[in-house]
């Protein structure tokens, strides 16, 4: 709202403003010697003036004075001055100057946010960590500032606008005549500067010197080995930085209070986040977040820490239309399309996958797909060659873009964003004399040249209005402009949501003639019945028949078995950007729960397999990991959709080897610990630490405490409010770690991977951890060199609670299977076995009361399998969650057709285009970037790759 | 007699012979192995059978075996017997623990060393080596890994005192390892190093020399090899080239390593211009061409039964039937592991990828035979191994189920009629584990 104190303060700057543009263009006498300026004075008369999209004036006249529409004429209408330059436009049209919101300029130029999270190597630390040697005192950059290089919201463009000339003159003849400059660099990364793309002095171009704050999902600083290198950890460093600077704020309020008390520190970084976090008229912030679901994830933190956002879309929102509708913010939106590659042989096809044709055929919809719930603003951004910028708005427009939307998009919207509505955007009075001129009817046909551009009442000539050529092939683009452009083909891909969610969502569910393994008291039922109301179940036994009128579907399970849900308590499977934050040893601050990838296609494969509950974890770089999120296999639900909101939070640890960093190469000696015995005493410090915090907490005679994260979630373990799972392989580091939490009162939720758990099994059962071990991994480091597969059996034995856990998203498929290991290895019972990937695993999770048994009242989460749940025999044949059907195998091959068709439709029509379409190299191996949702790899196992180099 | 008293009286003995990893004592001349079931791998499975053995070699299967008074009559009373398990495609032996690197002797650096012999150095105490055992193996081929003629593999016996008493056959097969074909699509921009980007011409042509120069290679050691049959005095022996020779000369089956369908169809087309003879490993891909390798009679050994689909169009069981679909089209199926120090600690679950091929089609006699029968032929020791007959070896275990259940156990192993210990690291620390006094609390 303009009523505010800061839109007032906007807007009495830009009044300011106006005055000295005025004294300085009308009364400037340049010295001799200097090309004298022409008057200011201009009439454009003839043309079609788009005044705003909508208001179109055929034949009208422009008035231009001083750098202002003096007046818009109609056609016929006196009142052209006698000092005016005339101007005959006719077959021209004239805009409002177009704006990029979102443009970065000079070497530095910002890429698209990076989708590539890589596994961390190096631990060196800017975080101020005691014990850590190698922290670096400047964080990779001199002066005051935030302890992490990345936030550096401090950083003004303003302060060092000095466009290259020749980038401009590219911009203008786009038919850009103003734009927000962007910071480029960091996470935090400062304040755009609203700029006219014209020539001449920096202060004179600069309209807003400080337009919105930046903020980019990103780790990329020239010093990238620091805190953080994975996308969860940019997340922790985002809402830290909020709590810090309400902290320097409250501390500042207090220390007036108190002058004698210590000193506040002086920290820019943090100052200049002031007006983002301000109570009323809140600076906007601009995220780019670099994905799909992090577009939402964004949209969800800025409600948590208050921010008034706009997001930079990703053209990848194909993938979850519906999440975006939850977004309520303007878009920026880029529009880089993808072009077919060129590929030297036929076969080479082969490589080319699904969600690669897809991401094509959808990409020039984006901008019709987002308009239709927010506003939109078009940027350039991420465009390498902006040549292209013209013809993909063409294409968005053949793809349902309207015109009118995609010029508001390039002028009253932007203008809007950037809080310059009373300067640019339009044609009307008293507005910046800011036009594009554009030969012909229309500057959305690209054919069509762009005339010129006016900016503030100065005249740019396009200079070089030759056909635009393509770089990489100069010869086919000048053959290509004689062939008539191909009519666009409706689009074939499919939405993502065609091939996933519920199968068969009825209101009541009966199972007969089952053989039922409950996991629970009642053991195994020969002939059994379920029946399962509203996803729940309300009765286990025999002979159950449905009523009279029953709202629902009867399964007959005749030789059929029927288990629970199996639960896999150690899983990576659906973890975008990174499963380590490994660069702190300890990172209790990151959070898995910000980067469940709903989008992967393991959670099918799992569910294909039985599997209907998973504990996705952090990794083991570190002792202090992050923390855990429990999900269930929800297919086609968005990432928040899939959390069991029931399951406690927890966080993971780790002991041994890799903490240590054994296995990190040769270098890796200098960060704390590089021994076990160093590890021990890591908690010890870290424990005492939250335990200091929470004492604090509970003072009044002390300054304001700074909320910490990392010591907050330590804090919650230490108040048995988060269960700790533990990465652990040798006896001897269990037992400290045992000792060690039992003095802070702590007891270990979990022992993960447990390898010779069997070897202190009574201590580990006393104590009352859970056991989740590998069935029968071994060897592939020193400290797992006496793991047996015999573990499970012996530890389960000696009565601790045992389960059987993945860590693999291959193992993950057939949990029953490593269940089967248990009878074979030790002789456990093969109810009890069925219970190590069922009951024990939800025991662990605390989640028993929901879910690991069919009993009455628990989700009615459970699998049918044609036989015995644990012979290599048996399929799955159907997999339930909460009363839903989420597979059914024998649907499973028709879906595989389908996809296979689309694909091969798909390929066909992108074989079709002309292989010399006119694109850019860039554009073409845009085709094969992949969506962050799709680049995890394939690895089958996490554990054993880790170790390699 | 009672049934039970023999057998009683049998595990006796045997407890008493399994103490030592392998058996000092004479074994008699003659032997007659009573059984519930003995699966030949050839000839079917006869119930209640029995076998008889002298010297080692299996004279006679039936159902009415009498036995001489000289023969020694052992009862298995309800267990079921089965040929040794071959591994098909290992590094047993050569590595111990993956993350140490001293442990290794997997890997050797070099595009072409056909003379580098993997059986030679085969730790015979690796503690890998018992572990595989206990879950049926009794035989491994052990072969080199590193460029792209990587050398010859040996076939071993699991157990022994020393390399040599192990080796079965040394120069088993050549192995080469075919090149990637699969062109490298990440935008220059999003490489670390920018610099070394490769556009997908640039790559065809890389990839299309290094093609070349294994033909040259081939072509280099024929030369090599016609040279040396020329006979002259002052030939002088080049021992690369001499590497070469079994294979040229058709003695020596060439395995090629290769995942992508790319480089199997390449590689057959390859080894048909050539005559050669190959066997096809790791074979992710194979089928989809498994029409063209039962036609050009290309065995497949099969290490990516639980390899995640690699397509986004693949269904999510492909794998599983791989080995189905294979066999259907009539190519020769050996299940094995991937090569390396994770694979091989992993061999003794080698028998689980193949039950869960039969789940998903493969005849239950075909997944048998890949772990028995057909890495005997594809490594042309059949003649001895791989089967339950006549003349051939009592090599063989005896299982209280269905191999192909995970919930069963190998009880009792025979190489060449002598019993062979199952115990291993992990029955060691089971055993003395599980005799850890309660704790007192």
């Not at chain 1, 078009?378 to 873009?401: Q, V």
């Not at chain 2, 150095?121 to 003629?149: C, K, Q, W, Y």
């Not at chain 2, 020393?162 to 192995?175: P, R």
Request: proline share 6%; aromatic share 6%; hydrophobic share 40%.
């Amino acid at each position: 709202m303009k009523s505010t104190l800061l839109g007032r303060a906007v807007l009495t700057f830009l009044v300011g403003l106006l005055v000295s543009l005025v004294s300085l263009q009308a009364a400037e006498i340049l010295p001799p010697g200097q090309r004298p300026r022409p008057l200011g004075v201009h009439a454009l008369s003839g043309a079609r003036v788009v005044v705003k999209p909508g208001t179109v004036l055929e034949g009208a006249t422009i008035l231009i004075r001083n750098g202002r529409i003096q007046a818009v004429l109609h056609k016929g209408q006196v009142g052209i001055p006698a000092d005016a330059r005339v101007w005959d436009l006719k077959g021209k049209t004239i805009y409002a100057g177009f704006i990029d919101p979102y443009l970065s300029l000079g070497k530095d130029k910002a890429k698209p946010v990076s989708n590539r999270w890589t596994v961390p190597i190096d631990a060196r630390a800017g975080v101020s960590f005691t014990g850590v040697p190698t922290t670096k005192a400047d964080m990779g950059r001199k002066g005051p500032g935030y302890e992490i290089a990345g936030v550096r919201p401090e950083h003004r463009v303003a302060a060092e606008f000095s466009p290259d000339p020749k980038e401009l003159t590219a911009l203008r003849a786009l038919g850009f005549t103003a734009a927000n400059v962007i910071p480029t660099e960091g996470i935090y990364r400062g304040t755009g500067t609203l700029a006219l793309l014209g020539e001449g002095n920096p202060n004179q171009l600069i309209l807003r010197p400080d337009t919105v704050q930046h903020l980019a999902f990103s780790s990329t600083t020239k010093r990238a080995e620091g805190y953080p290198n994975s996308l969860m950890g940019v997340i922790a460093v985002i809402r830290q930085t909020v709590f810090d600077a309400q902290h320097y704020y409250t501390m500042q309020a207090w220390h007036k209070a108190h002058p004698a008390d210590a000193r506040p520190e002086y920290n820019p970084s943090l100052e200049a986040l002031r007006p983002v976090l301000a109570k009323a008229g809140k600076q906007q912030i601009i995220i780019e977040s670099g994905s799909v679901l992090m577009e939402h994830r964004a949209q969800v933190l800025a409600t948590e820490l208050g921010f008034n956002p706009i997001f930079v879309a990703t053209g990848q929102e194909w993938r979850r239309p519906n999440l975006m509708k939850q977004i309520k913010a303007p878009f920026i939106v880029p529009v880089v399309f993808p072009a077919i590659p060129e590929l030297p042989e036929e076969v080479d096809w082969n490589q080319v996958s699904l969600d690669q044709l897809r991401g094509w055929d959808w990409a020039p919809e984006i901008p019709a797909l987002l308009r239709r719930d927010h506003a939109i603003a078009l940027t350039t951004h991420g465009l390498s060659d902006r040549k292209a910028f013209r013809k993909n708005i063409a294409r968005a427009i053949e793809r349902g873009l309207k015109e009118d939307e995609a010029l508001a998009a390039l002028t009253t919207e932007p203008a809007r964003l950037m809080g310059a509505t009373q300067l640019i955007g339009t044609l009307e009075k008293g507005k910046l004399a800011n036009l594009t001129i554009v030969n012909g009817d229309s500057w959305f046909n690209p054919e069509n040249e762009i005339d010129s551009v006016w900016i503030e009442g100065r005249h740019f000539a396009h200079d070089n209005p030759k056909p635009e050529k393509p770089d990489n092939d100069k010869k086919d683009g000048q053959d290509e402009k004689k062939k008539e452009e191909p009519k666009p083909t409706p689009r074939l891909a499919k939405s993502p949501d065609a091939f996933r969610g519920p199968l068969l969502s009825p209101k009541n569910v009966i199972i007969q003639n089952a053989t039922i393994w409950t996991c629970g008291p009642e053991g195994v039922i020969t002939n059994g019945s379920i029946r399962i109301a509203n996803g729940r179940i309300v009765e286990v036994g025999r002979n159950l028949n449905p009523p009279k009128s029953f709202d629902g579907i009867v399964i007959g399970a005749k030789g059929m078995h029927v288990t629970p849900g199996l639960i896999d308590c150690h899983s990576h499977s659906m973890i975008l950007g990174g499963v380590n934050e490994g660069t702190l040893p300890s990172t209790a601050m990151v959070r898995i729960g910000d980067v469940v990838n709903s989008e992967t296609g393991n959670i099918y494969r799992q569910l294909a397999g039985g599997l209907t509950t998973a504990n996705l974890l952090h990794g083991s770089a570190n002792p202090i990991g992050g923390q855990n999120q429990v999900i269930k296999l929800r297919h086609g639900a968005p990432p928040d959709a899939l959390k069991f909101t029931n399951a406690p939070p927890g966080i993971k640890f780790a002991l041994g080897e890799n903490v240590k960093q054994s296995n990190w190469g040769d270098e890796k000696t200098t960060r704390f610990p590089q021994t076990r015995m160093g590890v021990k005493t890591f908690f010890n410090n870290r424990f005492t630490a939250a335990r200091q915090y929470l004492a604090d907490q509970l003072r009044e005679d002390v300054a304001p405490m700074r909320r910490n994260l990392e010591l907050e979630a330590i804090g919650e373990i230490i108040n048995g409010k988060r269960l700790i799972h533990c990465h652990s392989y040798r006896q001897d580091e269990m037992l400290i770690f045992m000792r060690t939490m039992e003095r802070f009162g702590v007891k270990i939720g979990t022992l993960q991977h447990v390898l010779e758990g069997y070897k202190i099994a009574d201590e580990i059962a006393a104590h009352g951890a859970g056991a989740s071990a590998f069935s029968d991994w071994w060897a592939y480091k020193f400290e797992v060199y006496d793991a047996i597969p015999y573990a499970g059996s012996l530890m389960h034995a000696r009565g601790a609670v045992v389960s059987f856990n993945s860590d693999s998203s291959d193992l993950a498929r057939r949990m029953n299977l490593e269940a089967a290991k248990a009878v074979k290895y030790g002789g456990t019972s093969e109810e009890d076995a069925l219970k190590f990937v069922t009951l024990n695993p939800a025991k662990q999770l605390h989640i028993d009361q929901w879910v690991g048994s069919l009993e009455v009242g628990k989700d009615a989460d459970f699998v049918l399998w044609s036989g015995h749940p644990l012979s290599t025999q048996t399929l799955c044949e159907q997999t339930w969650i909460e009363g839903y059907q989420y597979y059914d195998r024998s649907k499973a091959h028709a879906r595989a057709k389908a996809l296979v068709a689309e694909r091969t439709a798909l390929l066909a029509k992108a074989q079709k285009k002309d292989s010399k379409e006119n694109a850019s190299v860039a554009a073409r191996s845009a085709f094969f970037l992949r969506a962050l949702e799709k680049a995890h790899a394939l690895n089958n196992c996490y554990e054993c790759r880790k170790v390699k180099p | 007699m009672p049934e039970g008293q023999t057998v009683n009286k049998l595990i006796l003995i045997l407890l008493v012979a399994s103490t030592l990893p392998v058996q000092a004592q004479e074994q008699p001349q003659t032997v007659l192995y009573k059984a519930a079931a003995i699966h030949t791998a050839d000839k079917g499975t006869i119930k209640n059978a029995q076998m008889l053995v002298t010297d080692g070699i299996i004279q006679a299967i039936g159902q009415n075996i009498r036995p001489t008074r000289q023969t020694k009559v052992v009862d298995l009373g309800k267990l079921q017997l089965y040929p040794g398990l071959i591994a098909a495609t290992t590094s047993l032996g050569l590595t111990e623990i993956n993350a140490v690197r001293a442990t290794q002797d997997t890997t050797e650096v070099g595009e072409f060393t056909p003379d580098v012999e993997a059986w030679v150095s085969v730790n015979p105490d690796s503690e890998l080596i018992p572990v595989a055992r206990a879950n049926g193996f009794t035989h491994a081929l052990v072969a080199p890994m590193g460029g792209t003629i990587t050398g010859t593999s040996g076939l071993i016996k699991l157990a022994g005192w020393g390399v040599e008493d192990m080796t079965v056959k040394t120069h088993a097969a050549l192995h080469l390892w075919w090149p990637v074909m699969t062109l490298n699509t990440r935008p220059k921009e999003t490489l670390r190093d920018p610099d070394k980007y490769k556009s997908p011409k640039e790559q065809t042509k890389a990839r299309d020399k290094k093609l070349k120069t294994i033909d040259e290679f081939f072509n280099e050691a024929e030369a090599y090899a016609r040279a040396r049959k020329a006979g002259d005095p002052n030939f002088k022996k080049v021992p690369a080239w001499e590497g070469m020779l079994p294979a040229l000369s058709g003695k020596q089956p060439i395995m090629v390593h290769a995942n992508e369908v790319r480089q199997i169809k390449t590689a057959v087309a390859w080894a048909k211009r050539h005559k050669f003879k190959i066997v096809l490993a790791a074979s992710r891909d194979a089928w989809q061409v498994a029409d063209l390798l039962a036609k050009e009679k290309v065995p497949v050994i099969f290490d990516n039964v639980f390899t995640l689909p690699q397509r986004d169009t693949d269904p999510h069981d492909i794998h599983f039937r791989a080995a189905g679909i294979l066999h259907k089209a009539g190519v020769k199926v050996a299940h094995s592991e991937a090569m390396g120090s994770w694979g091989a600690s992993r061999v003794r679950n080698i028998v689980y990828a193949a039950a869960k091929s039969i789940a998903h089609g493969l005849p239950r006699e075909a997944a048998l035979r890949s772990l028995t029968l057909h890495p005997a032929q594809m490594l042309d020791v059949a003649d001895r191994l791989g089967s339950l007959t006549q003349n051939k070896e009592a090599t063989f275990i005896a299982v209280d189920g269905d191999i192909f259940d995970i919930r069963a156990n190998v009880k009792h192993m025979w190489i060449a009629g002598k019993k062979i210990s199952l115990q291993s690291r992990h029955t060691r620390l089971y055993e003395k584990y599980k005799n850890r006094p309660k704790l007192n609390k």
